[in-house]
């Protein structure tokens, strides 16, 4: 009786996978997928008051939509973005976005609009954008720090040994 509920059960989760094969990746936690609705080079969306404080500071903004609190990639990359913020915050304002729902908690409805103004699928998801507020990179998934590193400093024209 138990090995024909298992093979039901099992039976049941093939037939599932193989009619909606996205269900093994949409919105996973560290598999983000698809494209961005704002692309490198377009106005970034700067619709929250953090945001716009940022930019209104003339700051370059570093904005990471991610729940480093439930997903070993965002912890990971928030990890590598604290190692190298200090060299940089005082022409980079960082802002994270927690904008997915995790067990027990439910993101801000601010979060959620900005999250689907962007286009995101999964996390992470890193934008760099300008002091004059235009996307200049966008990472997708785990960031090494290496590669953090460079792209802020083509952000912010500035030299390696800062």
Known sequence: MRAALWRGALASLAIALLL???LLWA???GTPEGKA???VGERAVLETEELREAHGAGKAILLMFGNPWHCLYCERTWF???EVLPRYEKDLAFVMVAAQRVKFWEPP???VRLA???GIIGEPWIFLIDKNGIVRHIF???TEKGKLEAALNT???ARVDR
């Open 20 to 22: 909606c094969p996205q």
């Open 27 to 29: 919105g996973v936690k």
């Open 37 to 39: 609705r704002i692309r």
């Open 80 to 82: 590598n973005i604290r």
């Open 109 to 111: 409805d601010e979060n």
């Open 116 to 118: 689907k103004r962007y």
């Open 140 to 142: 997708v998934g785990f």
């Open 155 to 157: 952000l912010l024209d």
